[in-house]
């Protein structure tokens, strides 16, 4: 899923690699792209199509996949902002890589806890292609249900 996503930024986004708006976070993931695309892209699309047709069986027998957005707890930022180490480190907590490898609709919840250091966690709610309606409503219902609670 990385390779993919990170492939697709430097096809189409090489061109903003020295402009001085663009995050470090952004500049290491077209790098990245550049090298994969040499390296294992081919692979990793031949395992896109595979992962495409496993998600599709899945949704013939549920309406949803839920999950958390990120793996563990996310590290704090630091001072001066994130490194291309820190990023990396981020952008390996998220579940959302292989979602967006499928090319199905996902929509993140925020879910408050009472928590005194982590006030908030995220549930990511993943549905079939185009039913990005049902799962707005969905996401609807969970804000609802967690609000009373």
Known sequence: ????????????????????QVTIRTKAVLALGGL??????PEALRKQ????SEL???FEHVDFIALPTLKNLPPHVPLFGGTVA??????????????????VPAL???????????????????????AEPD???????VEAAVKNH
Do not use: M
């Open 36 to 41: 994969q695309y040499k390296t294992a892209y």
């Open 86 to 103: 820190f990023e990396a480190r981020a952008l390996a907590l998220q579940n959302t890589q292989a979602v967006n490898f499928g090319g």
């Open 1 to 20: 899923a990385a390779t993919v996503a990170a492939v697709g930024a430097w096809l189409y986004d090489q061109k903003f690699t020295n402009e001085s």
């Open 49 to 52: 199509a595979a992962w495409k």
């Open 135 to 141: 799962l707005l409503n969905a996401g609807r219902l």
């Open 108 to 130: 993140a919840v925020p879910i408050p806890i009472k928590h005194q250091s982590i006030p908030l966690t995220s549930l990511q709610l993943v549905g079939p292609r185009f």
């Open 56 to 58: 599709g069986r899945a």
